[in-house]
């Protein structure tokens, strides 16, 4: 079965430094991956997806990912975080077939040091 | 665009009672809505799949019996929690997609935090 790690349970940065949080999946072929950002009591919102082609997505906000398929992750990257950025992150694989079998990683909490 | 709502937000109801959440579509119709339940700190557990008019596809170990679902129109799904005991608290989310192809995007509601006492 399809799974997405989070190693990172929390993440602190200050304003302005660069981010990476890492995902990895486990799953047979190319899957769908997409990264989610959650803030306390809202809804997840997209800020990008691959499906295929070329490896390095760019998203909304300033984020960007890039799909490792030797390394099985799709790491989630910004130049420079802002104190907005601070939220919960989750990263997602849809398998493969028909339907939309969303399986969520455990999800990382960025905290955002002024 | 494409804005999906929860109502109630939050809700507290006895053990033994049951609460009704509804999940709408604002501004799409959405053929398919899904439910997941959030654990604190823990991530989003995949409840239910619902299209219109049909019935919903739970995934295993899910109770379809305590978790009724009812998709009867493109813009609103409902999720009952019957009989609900402490253990059924919990952070439920819906998302709504327009059909079920692989990469359609989900779009997620705001949550409903659910307290029973």
């Known amino acids: 079965a399809q799974s997405v790690t989070q190693p990172d349970i929390h993440i602190t940065v200050s304003e302005g430094a660069s981010l990476e949080l890492r995902c990895n999946y486990s799953?047979?072929?190319?899957?769908?991956l997409f990264w989610y950002v959650q803030s306390p009591g809202q809804g997840l919102q997209l800020l990008l997806k691959?499906?295929?082609?070329?490896?390095l997505v760019q998203g909304i906000k300033g984020f960007e990912a890039e799909f490792k398929r030797s390394q099985s992750s799709f790491n989630l990257r910004k130049p420079s975080v802002h104190w907005s950025d601070a939220a919960e992150y989750f990263c997602?694989?849809?398998?493969?077939?028909?339907?939309?079998?969303?399986?969520f990683g455990p999800g990382t909490r960025l905290s955002v040091l002024p | 665009g494409a804005v999906v709502s929860q109502h109630p937000s939050w809700v507290i109801c006895k053990s033994g009672t049951s609460v009704k959440i509804e999940c709408r579509s604002l501004?799409?119709?959405?053929?398919?809505m899904f439910w997941y339940r959030q654990f604190p700190k823990q991530s989003l557990m995949l409840m239910a799949t619902?299209?219109?008019?049909?019935?919903?596809?739970?995934e295993q170990g899910v109770e379809k019996d305590k978790f009724l679902i009812n998709h009867a129109s493109l813009t609103l799904s409902t999720l009952t929690v019957t009989s609900a005991h402490p253990e059924d608290s919990s952070f439920y989310i819906c998302?709504?997609?327009?059909?079920?192809?692989?990469?359609?995007?989900?779009?997620f509601g705001p949550g409903t935090r659910l307290t029973v006492l």
């Open positions: 998302s709504a997609s327009v059909g079920l192809a692989r990469g359609n995007e989900q779009f």
């Open positions: 799953y047979g072929a190319t899957p769908y």
């Open positions: 691959y499906f295929s082609g070329d490896t």
């Open positions: 997602a694989v849809v398998a493969g077939g028909y339907g939309q079998n969303f399986v």
């Open positions: 501004d799409f119709q959405a053929t398919t």
């Open positions: 619902s299209n219109e008019g049909s019935k919903a596809t739970y």
